[in-house]
């Protein structure tokens, strides 16, 4: 598979697993929490302006997918928000008591971080062998 084809598959599918995610958390936030015995903060305020954080990163992961080369420099905004999160979360989940349904999440976000890693020097290396002088 050639690096466009395998880079784009995989923000494609990054950009519907956060657009997913954050229509879920944004649409139905309370049932969501109640269905794994979460509870909910004083506010879904809180909960729905981090769905919405998703869908933003989603829209740029689309982006991304539709012109790796192009949007390569968005590409560690993305591991970053992934790294962020796993951080966050496994902390929680070493230092204190932390619901379940955080921690996958957590796992799947530590993948994608480095699956884009890997996608963010395949595209410097295309680059470099497409422009030998830069």
Known sequence: MKPR?????LFAAAAVYDALLGLLFLVVPGWLLAQFGIDP????GYVQFSALLLLIFAWMFVEIAREPGEHRMLIPYG??????YAGIV????????LPALWKPFALFDLLWAGL????????A????AWHPSV
């Open 5 to 9: 084809t395998w880079i784009a598959v």
């Open 41 to 44: 903060p004083n506010h879904f």
């Open 79 to 84: 591991v970053a928000v992934h790294f962020a």
């Open 90 to 97: 496994i902390w929680y989940w070493v230092t204190s008591d």
């Open 116 to 123: 884009f890693l890997l996608a963010y020097f395949a595209l």
């Open 125 to 128: 290396a295309r680059r470099l």
